[in-house]
Nanobody, 120 residues
Framework: QVQLVESGGGLVQPGGSLRLSCAVSGSIREINFMGWYRQAPGKERELVARLTRGGTTKYADSVKDRFIISRDSGGNTVHLQMNNLKPEDTAVYYC??????????????WGQGTLVTVSS
């Protein structure tokens, strides 16, 4: 079974930093894309950042120049470095990946979510 395990959420003061991580487990052949979404209370889930297998990145306008998405050298863990956090960044953050399994099935999978709270 292929699944994503997230870590790194928590409480931080405005202006602070947090780093989220998401590791994929299970038998996969390749990862087509890795990304992060977030959902604030009463709002729809929105894309925060995405990284394709080719290295192309995409960011929401609200996080450009503050957040950085990256992939570790082993290739199976994606990070979201969040700097200069603002109260409006408070949300549950979800990892999202498109993967090809060893059986050649294509799956789009989600992590369980990790809460980020920005408050003084």
């Amino acid at each position: 079974q292929v699944q994503l395990v997230e870590s790194g959420g928590g409480l931080v003061q405005p202006g602070g930093s947090l780093r989220l991580s998401c590791a994929v487990s299970g038998s996969i052949r390749e990862i087509n894309f890795m990304g992060w979404y977030r959902q604030a209370p009463g709002k729809e889930r929105e894309l925060v950042a995405r990284l394709t297998r080719g290295g192309t990145t995409k960011y929401a306008d609200s996080v450009k120049d503050r957040f950085i998405i990256s992939r570790d050298s082993g290739g199976n863990t994606v990070h979201l470095q969040m700097n200069n956090l603002k109260p409006e960044d408070t949300a549950v953050y979800y990892c999202n990946e498109g993967v090809r399994t060893i059986a050649f099935a294509y799956l789009e999978i989600w992590g369980q979510g990790t809460l980020v709270t920005v408050s003084s």
